[in-house]
């Protein structure tokens, strides 16, 4: 489409007289009909990235288990949470030079859009989710940490109940824990959620590093 645009924008110009394509008016609509072409392929490009990112999340066409690249989950999902995080949450990212580990992608995926949703529904105005991973002991672990409202310590014990409620006004997080952990445990690992009331939320994800 913008190849297109561009070739018709071209033509316009040589059809134009020499006097006429340097008039101000006609240089402004040009101008005009140019921004609008950046702003389509702009959009495309981004239509391609949220459809690139939606395919390696849900990886409905591969194998179940299978050796893959953890951060590239982790990124698909944050673009698709992209609208949630808009201009008030901002992600920073502290990435270890991880070798590919054998696991489920779509399940896996699944985990991290529930804690990255639950980080995000914490965080009340501006805040930060801060993603982390890093290998050690035979084990590689992707932390998320928030600066949401946090969760009561008599709370924080319940966390991974099936049964878990999150009526109370002052805890946001919770949403498809028990899942997450179910998830994790299958793979090998194990989550720990450190948080204090106020000061926000951190939550280990540990898997093996070899199959």
């Not at 316009?12 to 006429?20: D, F, K, T, V």
């Not at 395919?55 to 194998?63: P, V």
């Not at 793979?187 to 280990?204: A, C, F, N, R, Y």
């Amino acid at each position: 489409m913008r190849d297109t645009l561009n070739r018709a924008l071209g033509k316009l110009r040589l059809a134009l007289s020499q006097e006429s394509a340097e008039d101000r008016t006609i240089q402004g609509i040009f101008k005009i009909i140019a921004d609008a072409n950046q702003g389509i392929a702009s959009g495309v490009e981004r239509v391609n990235e949220i459809v690139h990112s939606l395919r390696n999340y849900s990886r409905l066409d591969e194998a179940e288990f299978q050796v893959a690249d953890l951060h590239q989950g982790i990124e698909s999902t944050l673009l698709l949470l992209q609208s949630q995080l808009g201009n008030e949450i901002g992600v920073v990212k502290d990435y270890a030079d991880l070798e590919p580990i054998y696991f489920a992608p779509r399940q896996l995926n699944q985990v991290f859009m529930n804690l990255l949703l639950n980080a995000i529904q914490a965080i009340e105005g501006r805040g930060e989710i801060r993603i982390r991973t890093f290998e050690d002991d035979g084990k590689v672990h992707v932390q998320i940490e928030d600066t949401g409202a946090g969760i009561p310590p008599e709370r924080l014990e319940q966390i991974f109940d099936p049964g878990f409620s999150t009526t109370d006004s002052r805890m946001k997080m919770g949403f498809g824990l028990p899942t997450a952990y179910s998830v994790v445990q299958s793979h090998g690992g194990g989550i720990h959620i450190e948080s204090k009331v106020g000061k926000g939320t951190v939550v280990t994800i540990s898997l093996p590093a070899s199959g």
